[in-house]
């Protein structure tokens, strides 16, 4: 069965950092694309970071709203992805989740094409 279960979140001032942590198990990791979307009440699930393994390398894909601030990265050997969420904003206040495409290889930021997520964490950026 699998399963994502993310933690890290919190609240944090605008101009700070955060570490989000995606724990992974029932899949071997390498073998996915893993994705960290955010979404506030009232509107869609936005895209955030996506990343795949590559032979000896990784792939990543990033929104233009945290290109430069955000970066993704994943440990297959923890089975674990991570988000590292630098310069917060206001607007990035979310709750943050990740998912696996299990139907694909290739990296996408494209919530429908995801299948299994987990229960997500709330980051809240407020002075």
């Known amino acids: 069965q699998l399963q994502l279960v993310e933690s890290g979140g919190g609240l944090v001032q605008p101009g700070g950092s955060l570490r989000l942590s995606c724990a992974t198990s029932?899949?071997?990791?390498?073998?996915?694309?893993i994705g960290w979307f955010r979404q506030v009440p009232g509107k869609e699930r936005e895209g955030v970071s996506c990343?795949?393994?590559?032979?000896?390398?990784?792939?990543?894909v990033n929104a233009d709203s945290v290109k430069g601030r955000f970066t993704i990265s994943r440990n297959n050997a923890k089975n674990t992805v991570y988000l590292q969420l630098n310069r917060l904003k206001l607007d990035d206040t979310a709750l943050y989740y990740c998912?696996?495409?299990?139907?694909?290889?290739?990296?996408?930021?494209?919530?429908?094409?995801?299948?299994?997520w987990g229960q997500g964490t709330q980051v809240t950026v407020s002075s």
């Open positions: 029932g899949f071997t990791l390498a073998g996915y694309a």
């Open positions: 990343i795949r393994n590559l032979a000896n390398s990784f792939h990543t």
């Open positions: 998912a696996v495409r299990s139907r694909g290889l290739a990296c996408s930021l494209i919530p429908d094409e995801y299948d299994t």
